[in-house]
């Protein structure tokens, strides 16, 4: 049978596929239909015909399945933020450990692997210790707003985040699940006084207006609150009146910043920074390590799963106190200092200038001396000079970003033949790849997966490889 783009099917959700879409089939032909549950009979619309497959967009669930649940949050269907929060938080582990099960076995030819039930986490909700909402002159509408009869206006302040795929419109959130509630009270608070002072949003389109996101960090160990102003203009009298607006109503927040982005680059990083009041940083730990954060610097984004990741990660190295440790892809450092004292010495590697200048603070702070940092791209750092300088690694950590390994690292771990390889992912397909590779040498013993993003189809995941005798 031919289907038509725009053409509306009935059909019924068997599994979950990757990015969170359910995926069902209609004579034999796979149709991926987002917010949908396996066990769901759904009706949806075809928007997108591709050889092997449709994709869909839901229109009603005609009979929910066993796995769907009511979202807590009115805004589920419809944000970027929670793809997942109709499906009950037991069956979306389940549905992740099938998803990387599946990646080791259809990309990286790794049949015999069976992989162990995804580690959950204890906060399924409010687990994130940073938000990231931008602001706009367009806010999405509902598909009852669009098909009322009367004209309804999308134009005004939105602030909250973006829908999925969408760069120019904006869901006015009204609630926030994802971060400590102060985060979207905060928010709250700071659309109505941009209103109240006629305050203009950024145009991602003219390129003109004042205010582009509101970055809040909420640390998780200690009480140290930071509120990041981003602006498209440097207009001091502005964001400090904000900024004493503020801390009247939240004497909870510790730190106010301003990051001034007067470039097209849709980033919430500004080309300048400006401190408006606290220290401008805020503290939190990781283990018994503390780490001082400023507004853009990379950090674990839920910290209580990311002391369980590392503790995995420490089990599957299995190290000793005579062991070399090398830490490729290291950031700023949490993972090295998190395993430093199980060790003689570890090198982190890291591609980003400013990562590494962070990774060297914290190991100043910390005060610890057995861990050290070269900056460079792997493929060119990664090298016999190297392993001469610092000497033979017994174990070696990997964290590469999405995309996986360079090629051409992966062929060095296949020289250098370490004898205790952990890979730590946060993307399964491209790690199924690379281990499809290191298969050649390395015995894969074990792969966990760990969630660090409740809610979302996102999951991180450790493999513990030994060099083959």
């Not at 396996?38 to 009603?60: F, N, Q, T, W």
């Not at 906060?123 to 940073?130: E, L, M, T």
């Not at 503020?246 to 920074?273: M, S």
Request: net charge negative; aromatic share 8%; proline share 4%.
């Amino acid at each position: 049978m031919a289907f038509k783009k725009g053409e509306d099917v009935e059909l019924t959700i068997d599994s979950a596929a990757y990015k969170g879409k359910g995926i069902g089939k209609i004579d034999g032909l796979a149709v991926f239909v987002p917010n949908t549950a396996p066990g769901d009979r759904v009706k949806a619309r075809i928007i997108k015909k591709k050889k092997s497959y449709l994709e869909a967009k839901l229109l009603d669930v005609l009979e929910p399945g066993p796995h769907r649940i009511e979202p807590k949050c009115q805004h589920a269907q419809h944000c970027g933020g929670c793809n997942w929060q109709h499906v009950s938080y037991k069956h979306q582990l389940e549905f992740k450990r099938d998803q990387v099960e599946d990646h080791m076995h259809r990309i990286g030819g790794l049949t015999h692997m069976e992989v162990t039930p995804t580690i959950g986490c204890d906060n399924a909700f409010h687990y994130r210790n940073k938000m990231e909402y931008s602001m706009g002159h367009k806010r999405w509408l509902s598909r009852e707003e669009i098909n009322r009869d009367e004209y309804v206006d999308d134009r005004c302040f939105a602030a909250g985040l973006h829908a999925p795929g969408r760069f120019d419109k904006i869901l006015n959130i009204n609630e926030c699940y994802l971060q400590h509630p102060i985060s979207y009270n905060i928010l709250d608070f700071v659309r109505s006084w941009c209103i109240e002072h006629d305050i203009a949003p950024y145009n991602r389109i003219d390129h003109e207006g004042f205010m582009r996101n509101l970055v809040i960090r909420k640390a998780w160990h200690t009480d140290d609150l930071m509120v990041n102003i981003v602006t498209y203009k440097d207009n001091q009298d502005v964001v400090e009146a904000l900024s004493y607006a503020l801390q009247n109503e939240f004497p909870e927040i510790t730190t106010i910043v301003n990051n001034v982005n007067d470039t097209r680059r849709p980033t919430a990083e500004g080309r300048y920074e400006k401190v408006l009041y606290g220290s401008g940083n805020i503290t939190d730990k990781i283990g018994k390590y503390h780490f001082n954060i400023g507004a853009n610097d990379f950090f674990q984004t839920n910290t209580a799963q990311a002391e369980r990741l590392y503790e995995v990660a420490k089990s599957f190295a299995e190290l000793s106190e005579d062991d070399v440790l090398y830490d490729l892809y290291c950031g700023v450092g949490t993972l090295s200092l998190f395993l430093s004292d199980s060790c003689k010495s570890v090198l982190g590697i890291e591609l980003e200038e400013v990562a590494v200048k962070n990774a060297q603070k914290n190991i100043q702070e910390n005060n610890v001396g057995n861990v050290s940092f070269v900056e460079g791209d792997m493929k060119d750092v990664f090298t016999e000079e190297i392993t001469s300088e610092h000497g033979t690694p017994d174990c070696l950590i990997t964290d590469p970003p999405r995309a996986g390994m360079h090629p051409d690292v992966v062929e060095r771990l296949k020289e250098l033949q370490v004898p205790k390889l952990v890979y730590v992912s946060c993307n399964s397909s491209t790690m199924a790849r690379d281990l499809e590779e290191l298969n050649e040498v390395y015995n894969i013993l074990e792969v966990q997966p760990v969630d660090m993003f409740p809610q979302t189809y996102h999951i991180e995941t450790v493999a513990k490889l030994r060099l083959k005798e």
